[in-house]
């Protein structure tokens, strides 16, 4: 039986459901544009719950930054083609402050961005310049920084974190440092999992029975570290629950992916961004995109059959080759979507360099989508592609967002300037 195919019909299209099409959906629901969000929602969940603008320049040799605003003035003089390039930092500073507002106000708190980089603590027990964290791990930052007694306490088979891992990695510079493991009651498990235990401490009677048993470990600690497990949903009230019980700060460190705190921005985005008017079809790949005059018609489907949304403006946020944005081919490089024009090394033997964790990274992952002064992609004459298509985040070209530890930089900063300049052809 031929099932019926639905049509939605929305101002702007956004694809991709990473931090880059997330930022662009807040910023054009903010602005009152009729948006609809598609793809698939896992690549959130490989996300640490930090948010980067900019942790070191390539004019330095990818060494650490203080102040992530000076770094970004200094891209518009010495790399004038990476795409933060292009934004002026008081519009950069802006778009931060307009996500972590919203994300806030979806019942998971985070910092405003401030003047400076924090340094927060690494799934690995390194230390990650970043910009913005939620609130829930604030209280690490501010450890770290006065080197206070600080217990870092992990759990009786949990995978992907090792308190023992972060104090031999972290004592020197950190000597009030040391770990503990407990067992948490009521798993009696071999494995236990990050995300099962995050939804058990929602619980009232789990989380006390958990406290009690954290209790017993605080000796003279002054605040305790624990991997990132404090509840899926409205993370900030349970943690404060937890420091009722327990009597002491808490700050939560980031798992190894995927992790709770990316799967909370995920669940987030689907239990909220509907609400506020969003038409969202997670979880599915967008397969094609028809282009005429005045509007855009893109192909997909689900478990109901076809779906076709009709916009007027296309945000394409698909990411790179984990997510599907860019395809490596024996004969290069493709944007497999709409086959779009891309920055790329001129052959595979310029890809990578004899040493795979040199300082100085890869061409490769410089290569990506190139776009105009308005993001909108163009061709390789430099013209647009088409009017109302736009691009954002670690697709762009010209940028390798790993060594430089930019990613959501990336992706928050352009998704705002491609959604200002939407809004702008909307309005002619």
């Known amino acids: 039986m031929k ?243 327990i009597g002491i700060p808490l700050f939560e460190i980031p798992t190894m992916p995927p992790s709770v705190p990316g799967i909370r921005l995920r669940e987030m985005v689907e239990q909220y961004f509907p609400q506020k008017g969003m038409t969202l079809i997670p979880q599915q790949k967008v397969t094609s995109i028809e282009f005429d005059d005045d509007a855009a018609v893109l192909h997909l489907s689900d478990n109901y059959g076809p779906i076709r949304i009709t916009a007027k403006t296309v945000v394409l946020a698909t990411g790179r080759f984990i997510s599907g944005g860019l395809e490596a081919k024996v004969d290069g490089i493709k944007e497999p979507l709409l086959n779009l024009p891309l920055f790329q090394p001129e052959n595979r033997d310029q890809w990578y360099q004899q040493q795979y964790m040199g300082k100085t990274g890869h061409e490769v992952h410089k290569a990506g989508v190139m776009t105009d002064a308005l993001f909108r992609p163009i061709d390789n004459e430099g013209r647009p592609v088409n009017k109302g298509l736009f691009a954002a985040g670690i697709l762009l070209a010209h940028q390798d967002w790993i060594r430089s530890r930019s990613g959501a930089g990336i992706a928050i900063a352009t998704a705002y300037k491609a959604v200002e300049s939407a809004v702008s052809l909307l309005a002619q």
């Open 3 to 245: 099932q019926e195919e639905r049509h939605f019909e929305t101002e702007m299209a956004v694809v991709g459901t990473g931090i880059a099409g997330v930022a662009a959906s807040i910023f054009a629901l903010n602005r009152g544009i009729k948006v609809s969000l598609t793809g698939n929602t896992g690549a959130l969940a490989y996300t640490t719950g930090y948010l980067d603008l900019l942790g070191s320049l390539e004019k330095d040799n990818y060494s650490k930054v203080e102040d992530p605003w000076q770094a970004v003035s200094t891209l518009h003089t010495d790399d004038l083609d990476h795409p933060l390039a292009g934004i002026e930092p008081d519009q950069i500073r802006d778009a931060f402050q307009e996500f972590t507002s919203f994300i806030s106000d979806c019942g998971i708190a985070y910092t405003a961005p401030g003047s400076l980089n924090l340094e927060a603590l690494s799934p690995v027990g390194t230390i990650k310049k970043t910009l913005c964290v939620p609130q829930t791990m604030r209280a690490g930052v501010a450890a770290y920084a006065k080197k206070s007694k600080c217990l870092i306490v992990d759990f009786k088979g949990l995978r992907g974190f090792s308190g023992a891992q972060i104090v031999a990695n972290m004592g020197t510079d950190w000597p009030g440092l040391r770990r503990t493991r407990i067992k948490v009651p009521d798993m009696h498990h071999k494995e236990i999992y990050s995300e099962v235990l995050a939804r058990t401490l929602e619980v009232d009677q789990h989380r006390q029975a958990f406290a009690e048993v954290v209790k017993k470990v605080v000796d003279d600690a002054e605040v305790i570290g624990m991997p990132a497990v404090f509840g899926m949903h409205e993370p900030d009230k349970i943690m404060a629950s937890l420091e009722q019980l």
